[in-house]
């Protein structure tokens, strides 16, 4: 089984891509969802993310996610940190994942920050969804509903796009002038015979 990784910054359409991945039958991990949700319910991984951040990283048991982004978003550093905590949770979940669709010809795993981590080592083959900075910054602020200057410091703490564009495999071009449906199916096809 190949095990595609699916990544870019945020808001360059991963999740788009992904879902006519999965229209197309492919089995699709969200890695940073699957996090959300392992912080969430896994007391292990809270009582490490406490340790590391303050108990005010979490507020009667639920995670404190703006106290958090607070502090990663501003330091690099603490982003590590965070980072280095949860992502041996969500590797561990990706393998399961992976047994559980070992009979697939390929899986797919989606991840804002694979290319920074060692979460790149945990796929075969990798895909970045490029899109320009100005529709990345629209799509943002539409569905997040924050300001230019907290989707910028967002986009500060990630790899820079022409780091991702030099470790990427494939590219798929996110610009409103390039058809997702057709590069999507190219790569099926290409996943098929590999």
Request: with cysteine; net charge neutral; aromatic share 8%.
């Amino acid at each position: 089984m190949l095990r595609v990784g699916i990544t870019g910054g945020i808001g360059s359409g991963k999740t788009t891509v992904c879902s006519i991945f999965e229209k197309l039958g492919a089995p699709v991990y969200y890695a940073d969802l699957k996090a959300k949700e392992l912080v969430n319910t896994n007391l292990e991984l809270q009582n490490k993310i406490t340790l590391a951040f303050g108990h005010n990283s979490f507020i009667e048991g639920a995670y404190n996610r703006a106290f958090i982004a607070s502090i990663v978003f501003s330091d690099k550093e603490k982003l590590k940190l965070l980072n280095s905590i949860i992502h041996p949770f969500v590797l561990n979940d990706w393998g399961k994942f992976c047994q559980q669709y070992a009979n697939k010809t390929y899986v797919l795993k989606e991840a804002a920050i694979m290319l920074e981590t060692e979460s790149k080592n945990s796929v075969d083959y990798i895909v970045l969804v490029h899109s320009p900075m100005e529709l990345r910054v629209q799509r943002i602020q539409e569905r997040d509903g924050v300001s230019k200057s907290e989707i910028e410091a967002r986009i500060n703490a990630q790899m820079s796009e022409d780091e991702k564009l030099k470790l990427a495999d494939s590219v798929i071009r996110n610009d409103q002038k390039h058809s997702l449906i057709e590069q999507v199916l190219t790569l099926h096809q290409k996943f098929i015979l590999l």
